[in-house]
């Protein structure tokens, strides 16, 4: 049974308010940190603690915290970044709407570190009845001393507004998020400059995902070596995984990333295996934009080592032979699932999506959509695989925000892994029509080169 | 009233010059594709290859240098920093985008000699032609169009593409200019015009992605004193002057330097003449393709000196525009025609380049004078030398 720090008090009744909450020792952080500690004490915590960005690109948070401009006169701000829009990612979702104070304490917390005196949480228009929630824990949290005018009677003031997007994937992008949040617009910026030396109003800012504010709170109450104890290597503490798919068990995990991957698709603790007494076929271990894996190589590294569900093993053998922890958006495929009709659904996804400022990304990704339809509706060429891969090595890299990175991961790790299927679907159009590639040999061990 | 709401306006955008004519002193050095230039600190890449001119220069089709915000969007001007700085000399991992990049001391930029660039920007410009509807026979703007320019230096012969291309629902957006959204390549210079000239936007980026499109919000008209320089703005034929409107090609008519006065612009324009006709009036463009600035202030023209002054009477000539970019336009009169610089022997940095055939090798053909000769060349000219050769 590995630890939980987060959604260890999820389940008891009414926690979503706040005098239930403060009974099982919420707001002990905000105490701890406001009335004895130094905005740079808990900037240091927290990169002892070594807690990696849980939005996806797992960047140090003490690390970005501590490149935070300082200039005098001109305000600081924090923004959550609640616009959790990655297809298989649902953990935000899960936090907020079942222990919103425990955003609101990370938050208070993470402001007094930052200095910041106005707080935002940009949050995805679609949820909207978390809204609701958010404001009822800011304004009973208000109502209780937390937030306002000279909270806990040590002079500093904060306050914590909610701003809902309009419903785009790119306003996930930290500077997009930032435009919008400015009322413009949600087009990526051009960095430099980062949003840590101008930001909001330009102004410095830190953009920090939903689940890791929430992890400052036990940071804070544990101590950041303490919480460094858990987990392995670089890869500390703890991490919600949403898991989906065809297993029988979805829903929000929280693991310590000490476990393997096969024992969190397994494990009756967790996700209890594949649903229907079907076979496991490929995976996306961390979100959408992740490269999809095969299920040899997922449970699996190429050296032949048990792949664990750590940031570094999962990103083992770089994108040739692995993937990425990402967000944490755990999509299963079966054996009766079509590796090109699914990369066919994302790429029509990312298409939609790209705000269109970058040529690169606005005409690339609608290219990839109309081939990938194509191929799934048996109308494919076998020049259009390397065409397809092709497209994608000139987008990669290449355009202003990751969102082309994003596009292009996908396609390039089906073509990788899953060419055969390809191949099979343009050579058979019409079987490919009526039944699925299926299992094949995805599965089979995978041959390890010895070391002699 | 009005006159001072103008003069309000023109300060600011003769503010808005100011700041771009300040120059600190030249003292970062930076190396592009071998050849070392000393800028001011904060010069982006792409202005520091200007600056050395010639086959160096990346080609820019969202940046322009007197729009404040501008660039980074189209990617063509990609290129490679081999080392970052002399303090920090790791090269960049990702290729930049050089119009949005300033130079360290020290900067080694690869642009010409980077595979890896000109890989990216074949791509590039391979998207940008993607679903760009190649109607340069109807197209006003054929002969001065980047597009075009660049499609003719970077682009391939041919197109992967083979779905139908993206089209728009034609616009009427007022009475002066012509929005053909089919042939937009987003670069947003007109957004930065009217948000930098103008007194009030009414037309921006609706929707997003590929289906993303240039337009005013309810078809309402731009009628605004500087909104004709979104014409000049424009790389491609997307956004078009309608009192030319398919009246003639640009390369038949002449273009002519003029000036007035008045009291809204600085008045100093271009007439493209056929006889006596004025078919059209736009600013000077100096060698990139830009508005041409005067001491340093950018030279905008307002809409009346661009629609309503047609004749020549309201003009004075100055004499011809030296044409030199656009080169298709000065065919026939080379008057002042200006050489970009010749880079290649330092990039090579001095070895010779790789020649797959010498063409005089073979031919020889070069060695007969054929103005000297009295009448036309016949294959009895080239007699003795084919003699000499390899038969």
């Known amino acids: 049974m590995g630890r939980k720090l987060l959604l260890d008090k999820a389940h008891i009744e009414n926690i979503r308010l706040y005098d239930v909450y403060r ?73 907020m709407e079942f222990i919103p104070h425990l955003l609101i304490e990370g938050m208070i917390t993470s402001s007094f570190a930052l200095g910041s005196k106005r707080s935002y949480i940009y949050i995805r228009g679609e949820y909207a009845w978390i809204v609701d929630i958010l404001e009822q824990a800011i304004q009973e949290a208000k109502n209780n001393g937390w937030l306002g005018k000279n909270i806990l009677g040590t002079g500093y003031d904060l306050e914590i507004y909610v701003q809902r997007g309009a419903g785009a994937y790119i306003c996930g992008e930290e500077t997009a998020l930032l435009e919008s949040l400015e009322g413009k617009r949600g087009n990526p910026r051009i960095k430099p400059p980062f949003p840590a030396v101008k930001g909001l109003w330009d102004c410095p800012t830190v953009v920090n995902n939903v689940e890791t504010i929430a992890a400052v709170v036990p940071i804070i109450n544990e101590g950041g070596e303490e919480y460094a104890k858990i987990g392995v290597g670089k890869s500390t503490g703890t991490k919600l995984i949403s898991a989906c798919g065809n297993i029988k068990k979805q829903g929000v995990y929280e693991i310590d990333m000490t476990i393997s991957v096969e024992e969190f698709i397994y494990s009756d603790e967790y996700c209890g295996g594949i649903a229907n007494g079907r076979k496991l076929k490929a995976c996306i271990p961390g979100g959408s934009s992740v490269p999809v894996l095969p299920a040899n190589l997922l449970l699996t590294t190429a050296k032949g080592e048990k792949r664990m569900m750590t940031y570094e093993s999962l990103a083992d053998g770089g994108f040739a032979t692995g993937s990425m922890m990402g967000s944490g958006g755990f999509i299963v495929l079966d054996d009766t699932q079509c590796v090109v009709k699914h990369t066919y659904t994302l790429a029509r996804f990312y298409r939609h999506e790209s705000c269109g400022q970058c040529s690169p990304c606005r005409e690339g990704t609608g290219w990839m959509e109309k081939i990938l339809l194509n191929i799934e509706n048996g109308k494919g060429k076998m020049s259009d695989i390397d065409l397809l891969w092709d497209i994608q090595r000139k987008i990669e890299g290449n355009t202003i925000c990751p969102l082309g990175d994003a596009a292009a991961w996908p396609v390039a790790a089906a073509i990788r892994h899953f060419r055969d299927e390809f191949e099979w679907h343009i050579t058979n159009p019409e079987d490919a029509q009526r039944r699925n590639f299926g299992l094949a040999h995805y599965a089979d061990p995978i041959h390890v080169p010895t070391t002699v | ?94 290729l ?9 001391d020290g900067m080694i930029v690869k642009n010409i000699t980077s595979e890896r660039v000109q890989d990216a920007r074949a791509g590039v410009v391979e998207f940008l032609l993607l679903n760009h509807p190649l109607d340069c026979p109807i197209c006003d703007q054929a002969g001065e169009c980047h ?21 728009f629902e034609k616009e009427d957006i007022g009475p002066y200019i012509q929005l053909h959204m089919t042939r937009c390549i987003l670069c947003y210079r007109c957004t930065y015009v009217a948000d930098q000239l103008t007194d009030n936007r009414v037309h921006g980026i609706l929707d997003r992605g590929d289906h993303a499109e240039i337009s005013t919000y309810i078809s309402k008209a731009i009628d605004n004193d500087f909104s004709g320089n979104m014409i000049d703005v424009c790389p491609v034929g997307a956004l078009t002057d309608k009192t030319f409107r398919f009246k003639n090609r640009v390369w038949f008519t002449k273009p002519v330097n003029a000036h007035r006065d008045c009291d809204k612009c600085c008045g100093k324009v271009t ?27 950018p030279g905008w023209i307002c809409n009346t000196c661009r629609f309503d002054k ?24 080379y008057v002042g025609l200006h050489k970009p610089k010749e880079t290649m022997p330092e990039v090579m940095g001095g070895r010779a380049p790789k020649l797959l ?35």
């Open chain 2, 1 to 94: 009233m009005f006159r001072r709401r103008y003069n309000k306006k023109k300060e600011r955008i003769f503010n808005m010059a100011e700041e771009i004519k300040k120059e600190a002193p030249a003292n970062f050095k930076v190396t592009i594709d071998n050849i070392t230039i000393e800028v001011a600190p904060g010069t982006s890449i792409l202005n520091a290859a200007r600056k050395i001119g010639g086959d160096v220069t990346p080609p820019a089709m969202c940046y322009y240098s007197k729009l404040q915000g501008s660039g980074g969007k189209c990617r063509t001007c990609l290129v490679e920093v081999a080392a970052g700085s002399t303090a920090d000399p790791r090269p960049m991992p990702k």
């Open chain 2, 271 to 297: 007439l493209w003449q056929r006889g006596d006709e004025v078919l059209r009036v736009t600013a000077r463009k100096d060698e990139w393709g830009e508005v041409q600035s005067y001491d340093g202030k």
């Open chain 1, 23 to 95: 009974r099982e020792g919420g707001y002990r952080s905000v105490e701890k940190a406001l009335k004895t500690m130094t905005p740079d004490a808990v900037t240091d915590e927290m990169k002892k603690s070594g807690l990696r960005g849980r939005g996806g690109a797992g960047f140090p948070t003490g690390m970005k915290w501590s490149f935070l401009a300082k200039p005098e006169g001109v305000p600081r701000y924090l923004v959550v970044n609640a616009d959790e829009s990655e297809p298989g990612t649902f953990k935000d979702r899960y936090l």
């Open chain 2, 96 to 104: 930049v985008a050089s119009c949005r990049t300033n130079v360290m």
């Open chain 2, 147 to 167: 597009l075009q320019d660049l499609g003719y230096e970077h682009g391939k012969e041919g197109t992967r593409y083979e779905f139908k291309r993206r089209t």
């Open chain 2, 310 to 333: 047609k004749h020549v009477n309201d003009w004075m000539i100055e004499g011809p525009t030296k044409i030199n970019r656009h080169s298709v336009i000065s065919q026939g009169h």
């Open chain 2, 357 to 391: 055939m010498d063409i005089h090798d073979v031919s020889d053909v070069n060695s007969v004078d054929i103005s000297a000769l009295p009448g036309p060349a016949t294959s009895k000219t080239f007699e003795k030398t084919n003699s000499n050769g390899k038969q």
